[in-house]
């Protein structure tokens, strides 16, 4: 059994070129490549076992941590001094990544060195960037309070300057103001970014960052005056226990002046605050960059809970056996293809839109240089949709991946319930999902609204210029192929989003005070904000180029990197079956949001019963074409079996008798007879509990 | 701040009388005063704490429920003998239930001892369960094996007559049929109920249960030719863990002929197959009876997490603070209300629900002795299809109140990813979901066919009977207070589950083969039975007086107890409001499902989108009705803040510093500068990593 492909029946059915696949998937050769390279290199090193981390209690799973990332950081480091070939940044990150352990240095390289190069002013970045870099000294990004979280402006620490000493005072005046959560504070960081109101000569000026430090760099204690801990246990087992996100209290910390982040607003020896020239929206361009990671990350998390469903769809027999043969692969259940196949279609989705957002991310910061700042608001309202509508179809996907391995998916040997604990939070961190879709719909609001006035709308929302035609229009669809054109597809998803966004403004003209009516339908705001935050992913193509001149400029070189999903199908594709492939996913993903968001359609008479029928046919017609792929399209993924952590999801299928080998590596297997069984187990069995002292 | 309710002023906004609420939830007067007795009971004992569960591995973990089962067997043996009142089964069971920590003893009592009660002969019950009953042995239900859950029928183990010895070979004759996951088997049952495939004189017999003994009750030592072991960690953190779900293999064991339960098949001296005359169908009766518990605590998780989100959410505070004043409660947002109120309705309505299962129970009991089978597919299809719709919603409002709840709600402490952790696997045991929609869809199908035969569909069918007024009809709302109309409501679901089913048999009768259609179309299928099992939570009502004979005998001894929702809203309800209040958890209930599943109702042309948008309207305003009672709603469940485990559920809202308290215990918090940090983060820092061994 050992060695044998399991699967090779499957794979032998394939009707594509895999390989050219995982140059899609990856989003270019390069890409392919140095993601290869680096995912074989964590997975050929003990060192990065990962499948021992459900056993260990909390001090033995985050020692091992700090194992592991120093161990990185020794590997990264001799890499590029002696290795074949030279260690880019690039490869670094990759390298992190496949480690697939969450720790302090996902916030030190994530959040704290963009925090200074984004807000620090070129002296700020010149002290303290190389310190980071080299990881002489080690930051966390600490916002967030016991109190607040969402609204920012609310956060309580303060900041007052004494200009007798040229210091801010840094002070948590109530237990609420206690920075609570940021990752990598508990117990290693030394630096923070801390978030604090400042006050100079007695006023307040907004909450702003300030570089301080925490734990002496001779023994690692908390300096005087600051308090540190970790906030305790969070969800599952391994998962995010890693991480030491942790609770920080100050009482009346000094730091010199200088180390307030200046590249917006400078405080003066006097205590004047003076903005700078730079421009306040630079902001933007950071957050769009970091969201776009996390709609990466979606994609990344959803694929592998999909690989793993996939392939263990494909194992797993039950029922339907004739005269004693083989039973049925769960994978031919229409049941089990309509709750799988949209997965893997939004698997391949959201990397494409992903990769989309990385283009948008270019073309923003290109703008911004160029002092453009006309297609900011939009861009953020994007990338703020695609971060909420990501990131909660990705939550709900992996649960519904591990409900799709029956009993089996809840074990941990499946890695799937440490998946789903461990990504979770990406619904709530970086902008709690629902507050996010509240600001989309209310650029989607305010877009409607100028539409009278002639402002056109830029970007994601240029469909909704075409307002009048997108009210009247009728789907054309007659026979279930129709729902096969790009053009009805998207005619239909834009009067959908239009259709609920004009419905919106006219309800919310009915309200005297515009916010109370805002208030009054937030929900009904947060569904359009969805419809048309989905549109993005069916629709997503490169603005019309009368409105993005970065990227007519940039097109020749993103090598496919730059492209939504339906461009892709616009073009040739190089690699046997390639495309047909790309396109029957495309269509499941899109009919299938058809079926799920019916009463949309309905109710706003973008289609008809009968076409919603047409639709449901084709999708299982769909689901047929791709079920001889389906293996195929997983492996394209190309993951290792360490960084899948699975043994459900196995390359070689070989799922029973390793499932079989794991469980005896419990300790509770340890003993034959159970610790505690003499003082409680027996007695109980014997009668003879009632004079125990238990 | 300590002994203060920093919820009193929620809790004087109540409209309606909390206490009268709280005999409604339980469903008399007698149910709340003995759950009462015992939650307070196992939160007073310092033995039964379970606040330091995340923070343990598994083997303390495991052996700190070993205490508590013991623990909990000695104070019920005590309170049997000596207490002030003598302590009945229901009360030994809700003690165990309110421990709330998976044991061993739950499969003992809820599997072991079931199974010889139903499938055992009168002299084996004589036997085996004195022995049960005193827990001189301990059982499980040792069913499922490595390679088959759902499909019974396919399970692998042997059981083979030798009639030389008088005796059974029990045989585990592949890897894949070594028995995984009952739970209890791992480390600590002596004895369990082992189902195998039945081999007499060469013939197959199909599967039975075996009474077969595991463990030495002398040193626990796994018996001659049984290897036993726990099949590892699952999902969570404490969680299920505290359980050890098993592995069990069997060399040719041999148990005496008497070991096979032989109720309603019997195998003679000679290996002849005997059936008895006791009606197979007995075994309907017990899937019904333990259904129904899996829908009463469906309603039990799902209220404990909206206790615990909708406390949290009157606390918590964001945005909207004016003039330096207090922000506002994230309760008031219109976005949390219509996730939240929701869940809230659907505590309510499950819970209703799960009592009238307990009548149908009843029923169905009486009717078995009167030999009367004619209701019992009916009643399986109804409790096969409860169990799915409410584990599944259930499952995805724990995962939700989590996210109502923002950061804090990813932290154990919350209480809310232990709580989800722990009860996902019940949408997978005792028949996966989608199975046992399936199971829904076939018996709704036959049903449907016989409609023109004139056989009369009977119990929660009976509407099918109407099936040409149902496709006729027209949903009668103008203006929104319409919806609040018993029978409008009822008419719409019952015309939306008839058309589905209605359409469902249409498109399977263009299959030549009718298998091949049901597979094709399973997935609508699917939909329509979610349709026919939303609408009995609905309607649910004792059976009209023609069709259920043995309800109208029993009526006046239920006591409100033998009730759905809807007839609640029919009768008087002593306690000033609470009827008001159940009104409109009811249509918030109802009018919320119109909502999510409109697709539905719009395609199958029984409400007009017009109506749906008034639907809407008035879900908006029930929402403001309900707000200010809403903690009041919670209270009403009286679970001690033991039980809920959850600071930000506590019943006095005092969060903060309590999580601020919580955080200190984690044991990484033992020291200030973390174990690890001198190998590994010392040298990181000092640039002395490259000659490090890590
Ligand atoms: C794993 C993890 C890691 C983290 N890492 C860091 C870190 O490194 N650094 C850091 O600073 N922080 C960190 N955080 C904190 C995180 O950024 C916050 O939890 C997040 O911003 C959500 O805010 P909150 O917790 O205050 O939620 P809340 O805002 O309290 O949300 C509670 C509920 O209120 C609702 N709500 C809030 N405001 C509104 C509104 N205006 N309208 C309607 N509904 C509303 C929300 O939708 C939600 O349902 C982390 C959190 C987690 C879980
Ligand atoms: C926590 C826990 C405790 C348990 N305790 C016990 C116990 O005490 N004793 C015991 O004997 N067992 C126990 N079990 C096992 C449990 O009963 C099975 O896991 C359950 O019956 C599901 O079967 P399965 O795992 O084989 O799922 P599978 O049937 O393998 O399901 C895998 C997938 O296939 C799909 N599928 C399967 N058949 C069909 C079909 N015909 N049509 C369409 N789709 C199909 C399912 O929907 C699912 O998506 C326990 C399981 C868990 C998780
Ligand atoms: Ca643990």
Redesign the pocket.
């Known amino acids: 059994m050992e060695g044998m492909d399991h699967l090779a029946h499957e794979r032998n059915r394939t009707e594509f070129d895999v390989d050219a696949m995982k140059i899609v998937w990856a989003g270019s050769r390069h890409a392919f490549e140095l993601s290869d390279r680096m995912a074989r290199l964590v997975a050929s090193d003990p060192a990065f076992r990962k499948d021992d981390r459900t056993r260990l209690g909390r001090k033995e799973l985050f020692k091992n941590t700090l194992r592991k990332a120093a161990h990185a950081w020794k590997r990264i480091l001799e890499l590029r001094l002696t290795g074949p070939c030279v260690i880019t940044e690039e490869e670094a990150g990759q390298l992190r990544n496949f480690m697939d352990e969450p720790s302090f240095t996902d916030l030190h390289w994530g959040m704290f060195v963009p925090a200074i190069k984004g807000q620090g002013t070129d002296e700020q970045q010149q002290k303290w960037l190389p310190l980071a870099y080299k990881m002489q000294i080690i930051g966390c990004y600490a916002q967030t309070e016991l109190g607040h979280g969402s609204n920012v402006q609310g956060l309580e620490t303060t900041a007052t300057f004494d200009p007798d000493t040229d210091e801010f005072v840094i002070h948590s005046p109530t237990l609420t103001s206690s920075k609570w959560w940021p990752g990598g504070l508990g117990k290693i960081s030394t630096h923070a970014i801390v978030y604090a109101r400042l006050i100079t000569n007695g006023q307040e000026h907004g909450v702003h960052g300030f570089i301080v430090q925490l734990r002496s760099l001779d023994d690692h204690m908390p300096l005087p005056g600051i308090t540190i801990g970790d906030i305790g246990m969070k969800f599952g087992n391994g998962a995010y226990n890693t991480m030491d996100n942790g609770v920080l209290k100050f009482d009346h910390i000094r730091i010199p002046r200088n180390q307030m982040l200046m590249r917006v607003l400078q405080v003066t020896r006097e205590g004047k605050c003076v903005q700078s020239n730079v421009p306040r929206q630079l902001i933007y361009g950071t957050m769009v960059f970091v969201r776009q990671t996390i709609v990466a990350d979606a994609s990344t998390a959803l694929s592998r809970a999909v690989c793993i469903a996939t392939r263990y769809?494909a194992v797993?027999r039950?029922?339907?056996s004739q005269d004693g043969g083989m039973e049925?692969q769960?994978i031919d259940?229409k049941?089990?293809q309509s709750?799988l196949f949209p997965l893997l279609a939004s698997a391949y989705a959201f990397r494409f839109v992903g990769e989309w957002l990385k283009w948008l991310y270019t073309d923003v910061t290109q703008r911004l240089q160029a002092k453009d700042f006309s297609t900011l608001p939009e861009a953020h309202a994007c990338t703020a949709g695609l971060k909420s509508l990501t990131t909660a179809a990705t939550a709900d996907a992996i649960e519904e991946c591990r409900?799709?391995?029956?009993?089996?998916g809840?074990l941990c040997a499946s890695g799937l319930p440490e998946l789903f604990a461990v990504y979770v939070p990406a619904c709530t961190y970086e902008g709690d999902n629902v507050v996010l879709l509240l600001q989309v719909a209310r650029f989607l609001m305010k877009t409607v609204s100028q539409l009278d006035s002639g402002k056109k709308p830029v970007g994601t929302t240029a469909y909704l210029g075409r307002v009048q035609d997108l009210l009247r229009c009728c789907c054309d669809v007659q026979r279930d192929e129709d729902w096969l054109k790009p053009g009805v597809v998207l005619e239909a998803f834009e009067a959908r989003s239009t259709r609920m966004c004009v419905a919106c403004a006219k309800n919310l003209s009915k309200f005297e005070n515009p916010e109370d009516g805002f208030a009054e339908l937030s929900a009904d705001l947060v569904e359009a904000a969805v419809a048309h935050c989905q549109l993005i992913v069916v629709s997503k193509r490169k603005g019309e180029p009368d409105l993005t001149p970065a990227t007519a400029r940039g097109e020749s070189d993103h090598h496919n990197k730059d492209e939504g999903f339906i461009d892709k199908l616009q073009q040739d594709i190089p690699g046997k079956g390639v495309k047909q492939q790309l396109q029957n996913l495309y269509y499941i993903y899109v009919l299938n949001l058809v079926h799920k968001y019916l009463g949309d359609f309905l109710s706003t008479g973008c289609i008809t019963p009968k076409q919603a029928s047409l639709a449901n046919d084709q999708l299982r017609s769909l689901y047929s074409q791709i079920r001889p792929n389906a293996i195929a399209l997983v492996d394209a993924f190309n993951y290792t079996d360490h960084y899948l952590g699975s043994v459900l999801g196995r390359s070689d299928g070989n799922v029973y008798p390793k499932l079989y080998e794991e469980a005896w590596k419990d300790p509770l297997n340890d003993s034959v007879v159970p610790d505690g069984y003499h003082e409680y187990v027996h007695p109980m069995l014997k009668q003879q509990l009632r004079n125990a002292r238990l």
């Open positions: 769809s797993r039950q029922f339907g049925t769960v259940y049941t089990q709750r409900k799709l391995c029956g009993g089996h809840y």
